[in-house]
């Protein structure tokens, strides 16, 4: 089976610009995850998606961070402005609905912001 | 909150000697337990997991983990190191509440020597 996919992998920007990231999970997979990893640490969950529904959004800095995920497949996650502090990789993930299953990981967005 | 700790940054261990990656873990209730391991500039992959019965789980490449319901512990293991294991390991607890959050801990980077 195709894995998750991801784009861009790499994006250098300037504080204060925007920057979108895309990802499409593995077909069938209703459950989609955008975790963000700085350096030095483990995967923070930026949000979670059950289709197109958001089942947890707890820890996304709304004021900059958005995120959709239109027809339950494909998503989007975006950035605006951007600080400093909003270097690191973007993992996406993906999932059965099975609350057992492991998260499926695309290759990463690494974000570097100057 | 759920929560893991992986109390090493750094494991280093001779080719051919056995490994083992520590994990503690708090969640209320019974726990899904992962690890996953992350080559550079990849995602992570899934190992393993613990979902219930045997608390010896195996997994991809050799390795195994151990699940320790007293101790709160999901220790990873593999009885003969290879240099191509090196890597940065991470160890993953999901619960039942909350959406069936996905909480990861730091990660162990494991250094093999030949």
């Known amino acids: 089976e195709a894995g998750v996919a991801q784009s861009p992998r790499y994006k250098i920007i300037e504080k204060r610009q925007s920057v979108a990231f895309w990802c499409n999970p593995i077909s069938g997979h209703a459950t989609l995850y955008w975790y963000q990893q700085i350096l030095g640490q483990g995967p923070k969950l930026l949000i979670q998606?059950?289709?197109?529904?958001?089942?947890?959004d707890s820890q996304l800095p709304k004021d900059r961070f958005s995120a959709e995920r239109l027809k339950g497949v494909d998503s989007t996650l975006k950035i605006q402005p951007a600080k400093l502090e909003d270097s690191a990789v973007y993992l996406c993930a993906s999932s059965s609905l099975r609350t057992n299953s492991p998260l499926h990981f695309g290759n990463g967005t690494r974000l570097t912001v100057t | 909150a759920q929560s893991v700790a992986q109390p090493e940054d750094q494991v280093n261990v001779a080719e051919g000697n056995p490994l083992t990656v520590k994990c503690t873990y708090s969640v209320s209730g019974n726990p899904y337990l992962f690890w996953y391991v992350q080559y550079p500039n990849r995602g992570l992959q899934f190992l393993l997991k613990?979902?219930?019965?045997?608390?010896l789980v195996k997994g991809s490449y050799g390795f195994e983990a151990e699940f320790n319901k007293s101790q709160t512990s999901f220790h990873l293991k593999k009885p003969s190191a290879l240099v191509s294991d090196s890597a940065l390991y991470f160890c993953a607890v999901r619960g039942f509440t909350g959406g069936f959050k996905t909480n990861f801990g730091a990660g162990t980077r494991l250094f093999v020597k030949a």
């Open positions: 613990y979902i219930t019965g045997d608390n």
């Open positions: 998606f059950q289709n197109n529904g958001v089942v947890d």
